[in-house]
């Protein structure tokens, strides 16, 4: 089956250490993003990618890193930088024409 | 400054009425609409899409309005059921001028439908 993977699906990390979120299409897509959902915000861009080895800080790419080596693999690592990590994170990707994007089913990443 | 905006952060209806969302956008640059459904600790689903060359788009019980000069989008689902209470996303993006396919999401619309 074609689709998007995230895992794992529930995370916990103690504050100060950076932790890495894994994402990963066989949808052949060109184009692979992250979003951060907290409550009463929407879903805000972290960063997107749209070719290999290529990638761009979206609207709250602070305290964040990503790298895109492979077309089928985009991780996220949440630095300690990032002062606010706990949240539900969502990966997706897209054909680089008119189209949707498709979701995974989400990281929820809790800091203590 | 929030390009798209769901100004309604709830909504009920009663099973089998209509249910319209709503949703603005400010940057005229956008021309491609989307809206998504989300249930708790999921991702997003995909529900339907509106071009900005087109002012209405079907599918089901689902219709998407766009009127270009308000900057205004509407999802209408007739009738409404139970199982499509959740969160609706508004979401935009810019297809033309190169390679910006980043989507834009408004801060969603919580839908209950009572039986």
């Known amino acids: 089956d074609g689709g998007i993977t995230q895992s794992p699906k529930y995370l916990f990390r103690k504050e100060g250490q950076n932790v890495t979120l894994s994402c990963e299409q066989n949808?052949?897509?060109?184009?692979m993003y992250w979003y951060r959902q907290d409550p009463g915000q929407g879903l805000r861009l972290i960063y997107y990618?749209?070719?290999?080895?290529?990638?761009q800080k979206g609207d709250i790419a602070e305290g964040y890193s990503v790298s895109r080596e492979k077309k089928e693999s985009f991780p996220l690592t949440v630095t300690s930088a990032q002062k606010n990590p706990t949240a539900f994170y969502l990966c997706?990707?897209?054909?680089?024409?008119?189209?949707?994007?498709?979701f995974g089913q989400g990281t929820r990443l809790t800091v203590v | 400054d929030q390009q798209v905006k769901q100004n309604s952060p709830s909504l009920s209806v009663q099973e089998g009425r209509i249910s319209i969302l709503n949703c603005d956008y400010t940057?005229?640059?956008?021309?491609?609409f989307l809206w998504y459904k989300k249930y708790p600790a999921e991702g997003p689903t995909f529900l339907i899409s509106i071009s900005s060359i087109k002012d209405k788009n079907e599918d089901g019980r689902f219709t998407v309005f766009l009127n270009k000069s308000a900057k205004h989008l509407s999802l209408h689902i007739v009738p409404s059921q139970p199982g499509d209470s959740a969160v609706y996303f508004c979401?935009?993006?810019?297809?033309?001028?190169?390679?910006?396919?980043?989507?834009?999401f408004g801060k969603g619309t919580l839908l209950t439908v009572n039986p």
């Open positions: 990618s749209q070719i290999v080895n290529d990638f």
């Open positions: 997706a990707s897209s054909t680089s024409h008119n189209t949707e994007a498709f």
């Open positions: 949808l052949n897509h060109d184009a």
């Open positions: 979401a935009a993006r810019r297809n033309s001028g190169g390679s910006n396919y980043k989507l834009t």
């Open positions: 940057n005229s640059m956008f021309d491609y």
